[in-house]
């Protein structure tokens, strides 16, 4: 399902069913891996880890899956959202600050950095903003690097609000090693929050 044309080719759409999910599976895969392999991450996931985090996702109930391709299987960027009831370990850290079962969690968020300054990954988060159920969900939330300025500042110019909650993650490094990096939380009203155009930004996890 096509969502919006952007500049260049580029084409947002949304993953709606199995033909979709396979269309834009190899794509998503190459995508994740180049983007999450930068600063600030600098993580290491093999073609199977960033397939498990496609299919699983995919497949999770209430999913808004978005891909920005170009041309006929090009995967220049994504941003997924699931309800928050979907992603346990968030969803246990998070229990009694926000109501669960009420919120939806901006799960991933990429774009390769060739395509990055042409606001398309302001246009991911827009886009999936627009298509939350809000009469069922009233809430917002994301967990984004505390090393990410950019991106922690032009959520804030959104409308979302920082929780004072962390998270500690642990990945596989691309210099072979596993170390932790801190996440920071962010939420927001989804009736509250702005959609007006601002910069683009990159990766959020």
């Known amino acids: 399902m096509v969502i919006t044309e952007l500049s260049d080719g580029i084409v947002v759409r949304r993953i709606t069913g199995p033909e979709d999910v396979a269309t834009w599976r190899a794509g998503f895969i190459g995508a994740y891996q180049t983007i999450f392999s930068g600063p600030p991450y600098n993580e290491r996931f093999y073609p199977s880890e960033a397939e498990g985090v496609y299919q699983k996702l995919t497949s999770t109930p209430n999913n808004i899956s978005l891909v920005a391709t170009r041309g006929i299987d090009e995967v220049v960027g994504f941003g997924i959202a699931i309800p928050l009831s979907a992603k346990e370990p968030v969803a246990k850290e998070l229990t009694g600050l926000l109501p669960i079962a009420h919120t939806f969690y901006l799960a991933e968020l990429g774009v390769l950095e060739r395509w990055r300054g042409r606001e398309m990954g302001r246009t991911l988060v827009r886009e999936r903003l627009r298509l939350i159920d809000a009469a ?16 922690i500042s032009m959520y804030r110019s959104m409308g979302f609000e920082e929780m004072g909650v962390y998270m500690d993650v642990s990945a596989m490094r691309t210099d072979g090693r596993v170390t932790s990096d801190r996440r920071q939380f962010l939420s927001a009203v989804v009736s509250q929050i702005k959609l007006e155009d601002h910069a683009d930004w990159a990766t959020v996890s």
């Open 136 to 151: 069922r969900f009233s809430q917002v939330v994301l967990r984004v690097s505390t090393a990410h300025l950019s991106s």
